[in-house]
């Protein structure tokens, strides 16, 4: 007779650990793709272009602020960009007086979901250039593979 000698609790904290390799594996490569390739200004960035840099205080800006960390069956890791202005390059900005919501306002509207963000009124004062959405997305699409990695022992 076969048997199977089942250890849930030791399998679940090593799919835990895992995950969170695999969760800051990604988060770093989103870190480094957001950083990069900023052409330079001038001249200024046209709308849905990567931003013009002057100084590279907004692209290093952009960091892992907490390391993902297992809660309970989630496993939670945080990266940003930390620049007091990267929300409004990142989403845009409506006019003055436009009886739009400010930027604060629709970053809440779209909770913790980037894609969920809604735009600036039309005309915006300034549209969007996106720098963290191409990154996660590129960066994203390769978690399930680093968790499966690290969990095999293959990877990191």
């Known amino acids: 007779m076969a048997t199977i000698d089942w250890k849930g609790k030791e399998l679940l904290t090593r799919v835990a650990a895992a995950a969170a390799a695999g969760v800051d594996a990604t988060m770093a490569d989103a870190v480094a793709k957001a950083r ?56 845009g900005t409506s006019r003055l007086g436009s009886g739009a919501p400010r930027a604060r306002e629709r970053e809440a509207l779209g909770g913790e979901v980037m894609w969920a963000v809604p735009g600036p009124a039309h005309p915006a004062l300034m549209a969007a250039r996106f720098t963290l959405r191409p990154a996660a997305s590129e960066a994203y699409r390769l978690l399930p593979a680093r968790i499966a990695a690290v969990f095999r022992g293959t990877g990191g």
Request: zero cysteines.
């Open 36 to 91: 990069a390739n900023h052409p330079g200004y001038p001249p200024a960035s046209r709308p849905g272009q990567r931003f013009a840099s002057r100084t590279g205080f907004l692209e290093n800006s952009i960091v892992i602020s907490s390391e993902a960390k297992p809660d309970g069956l989630k496993v939670r890791g945080r990266w940003a960009a930390e620049a007091n202005y990267a929300l409004y390059v990142e989403i």
